[in-house]
T-cell receptor
Framework: GQSLEQPSEVTAVEGAIVQINCTYQ??????LSWYQQHDGGAPTFLSY????GLEETGRFSSFLSRSDSYGYLLLQELQMKDSASYFC???????????????FGAGTQVVVTP | NAGVTQTPKFQVLKTGQSMTLQCAQD?????MYWYRQDPGMGLRLIYY???????DKGEVPNGYNVSRLNKREFSLRLESAAPSQTSVYFC????????????FGSGTRLTVV
């Protein structure tokens, strides 16, 4: 089995920086992904980390530490349009499940205020 | 490109009724998935199809059946709807195992009364 823990809500002002942490427990591990979902919309893929370190894509960065079973998503220069839910997801692979499906955390609601 | 198309977008069912949720993708992806999303619980996998001709159970398969009709289409059937199946259902697809992301449809909001 596996579990993912992330905060339920984070509030910040426009222009600020927000870090969303994700800790996971898995029987195998193939990488950590992040998805964004606006209210009433579909989840959209943001990033994938298979190796330790920081991956930067514009204003968003994602970090992974495999030894700590921990990762985070960093949102910089926050904009109102960044108000959304953010989900971490782990691909777990084990002898009983070689396909390694994605399992999602419960999500972090990011609220950006003027 | 349409990506992943789900129909219907909204549906209200009475307890005991049946229905099929349709999903089609035009990206030539091998793998397709059905998730349900409930408040505070994230996305939970119902069934998936790693490739055409195969289907497997996910985390919450009870009360559902699926059909991978061809490479493009993956349908989800509720044989006898229950109020506990009130949820938002998302179909997704990926190139093989989806290391570089799943593409999701816009969702079906289902209410069972």
């Amino acid at each position: 089995g596996q579990s993912l823990e992330q905060p339920s809500e984070v509030t910040a002002v426009e222009g600020a920086i927000v870090q969303i942490n994700c800790t996971y427990q898995t029987s195998g591990f193939y990488g950590l992904s992040w998805y964004q979902q606006h209210d009433g919309g579909a989840p959209t893929f943001l990033s994938y980390n298979a190796l330790d370190g920081l991956e930067e894509t514009g204003r968003f960065s994602s970090f992974l530490s495999r030894s700590d079973s921990y990762g985070y998503l960093l949102l910089q220069e926050l904009q109102m349009k960044d108000s959304a839910s953010y989900f971490c997801a782990v691909r777990d692979e084990s002898p009983a499940d070689s396909w390694g499906k994605l399992q999602f955390g419960a999500g972090t609601q990011v609220v950006v205020t003027p | 490109n349409a990506g992943v198309t789900q129909t219907p977008k909204f549906q209200v069912l009475k307890t005991g009724q049946s229905m099929t949720l349709q999903c089609a993708q035009d990206m030539n992806h091998n793998s397709m998935y059905w998730y349900r999303q409930d408040p505070g619980m994230g996305l939970r996998l119902i069934y998936y199809s790693a490739s055409e001709g195969t289907t497997d159970k996910g985390e919450v398969p009870n009360g559902y059946n699926v059909s991978r009709l061809n490479k493009r289409e993956f349908s989800l059937r509720l044989e006898s709807a229950a109020p506990s199946q009130t949820s938002v259902y998302f179909c997704a697809s990926s190139v093989d195992r989806g290391f570089y992301g799943y593409t999701f449809g816009s969702g079906t909001r289902l209410t069972v009364v």
